[in-house]
């Protein structure tokens, strides 16, 4: 086990500008919620037979990968339902926005008298509420096209979604919702246009975690009724976007003439000692090196080879180490080590950060 913590931006965007960002290449991501009573009520209102709630969901869920006349032919051809009844869904699924939706959907005549909807509308209302106490309520986009196919959510429902510059995701391959392997449309690309970042054209990533709260699935395995919330992680699309922030870090890293060094982890920093008595120190620095937002870690030995301790630097691609001990302690020391050329040079405890992020900022 290694003491390890990574800095983490507690600062949330704006829903239209959140980015994961690596240097020039970004992705940008965006949170959806939507009620699954609303829809029902939606379903009701248009007039889906109840038979039918799930299959039209089934269907609605898929508009993140086909347009509204794919899903309306869908609805009609393969789940029965009439021409009329399908496009007066799509009226409703084309809303989104924030908590206004909410008045808008309480005008609808078709929906006033629905008891359903009107639980659904106060169980938003109260999340939008706890949105604007954190702050966080631009983050966040109301959207009745969300329908998490599966049939055992029962309240609020929702998605992160990705998108990316296209040269960024040239080499991620297609996939369908929380990784599902799945033949996507193509992007639409401009040779002719190169331009700066923000002005190239982004594509869909697709969800990369998604859940909902389901009162009902418990109960079928228990004697009592547990209600319960849950997400899940689209792990083989979020390697995959990992991967491709990696190519393009390297192609950047060789363009400017410079060794690309391929790193496993996020740590900048792995804090060494090669003598005893020496945890408490190595722990105190790693603490002052995480206060600073330095990602930073320590082994969990008490005594190990000062080789062992640089050869793991080296496998996990961790750029920089500060080697302490009793010489440096005495002389309010530590030694900055390069790891990659050995370079190591002692720096004063009290410009230890400074000079840190002096070396980082030329990695």
Known sequence: MLFKKSS???????????SVQDSSRKFTHGNSVNHRKILDAVFDACGVPAGKFRAACSCVDKLDKLSWNEVRDELV???GLDSAVADRIGQFVDLRGGEELLEKLRAFDELRDSEPLKQALLDMEKLFHYLKLLGIQNTVSFDLSLARGLDYYTGLIYECVLTGEHSLLDSLPSLGSEGESEAAPPAEEDDDEEGPAEERPCVGVGSVAGGGRYDNLVGLYSRS?????????????????????????KQEVESRGERYVFRK??????????????????IKLCGELWAAGIKAETGYRTLA????????????????????????????????RVVDTREQVP?????????????????
């Open 8 to 18: 983490m931006s507690s600062t949330w965007a704006p829903f239209s500008s959140s």
């Open 225 to 249: 009724k547990v209600p319960c919330v849950g997400v899940s992680i689209g792990v083989e699309r979020i390697f995959s976007i990992l991967e491709a922030r990696e190519v393009a870090r």
């Open 305 to 336: 080879r000062m080789l062992s301790q640089m050869q793991f630097c080296e496998a996990e691609g961790i750029p920089l180490a500060v080697v302490i001990g009793t010489d440096e302690l005495e002389k309010g020391e530590v030694s900055l």
């Open 265 to 282: 982890c996020d740590t900048q920093v792995f804090v060494a000692s090669a003598q005893k008595n020496m945890v408490d120190e190595r």
């Open 77 to 79: 051809m393969c789940k």
């Open 347 to 363: 720096v004063k405890r009290e410009d230890m950060v400074e000079e840190i992020r002096k070396r980082l900022a030329k990695l």
